[in-house]
């Protein structure tokens, strides 16, 4: 019987894994061990963040909003309860650019959901 060795797929395997944690500081991206566990941690750091990072721009758009709309005599909630009874069909992140590049278009907004809290 033939002597097997997994030569060719532990190299192209480690060829993979150094690939990816090049660029990380001293042993991170020589040494193989050092390396894997590097890497299956920032993973696991970029799942993480893929779905907070979608937490912490709706939070930015929200305080946008609620900053534009006290200026205009409004909070936040009567904002966008308004908006909701006006079937004002606008989310989060538009109103929020609104608020911050188009002030006139987001008075007019207000004033529309201001005649539907009255």
Do not use: C
Not at 37 to 64: G, V
Not at 88 to 95: C, G, S, Y
Not at 103 to 114: L, N, W
């Amino acid at each position: 019987m033939p002597r097997v060795t997994s030569a060719v797929a532990r190299h192209k395997r480690k060829k993979r894994l150094m690939k990816n944690v090049k660029g990380y500081r001293g042993g991170r991206s020589k040494l193989l061990r050092t390396a894997k566990e590097t890497l299956f941690r920032a993973q696991q750091y970029a799942y993480r963040d893929r779905r907070n990072k979608k937490r912490e721009f709706r939070k930015l758009w929200i305080i946008r909003i609620s900053a534009a709309a006290r200026l205009r005599g409004l909070s936040y909630s009567k904002l966008m309860g308004a908006i909701i009874k006006a079937n004002i069909a606008i989310n989060r992140k538009q109103l929020a650019e609104m608020a911050v590049s188009d002030p006139k278009g987001f008075d007019k907004v207000v004033e529309i959901a201001k005649e539907k809290l009255a």
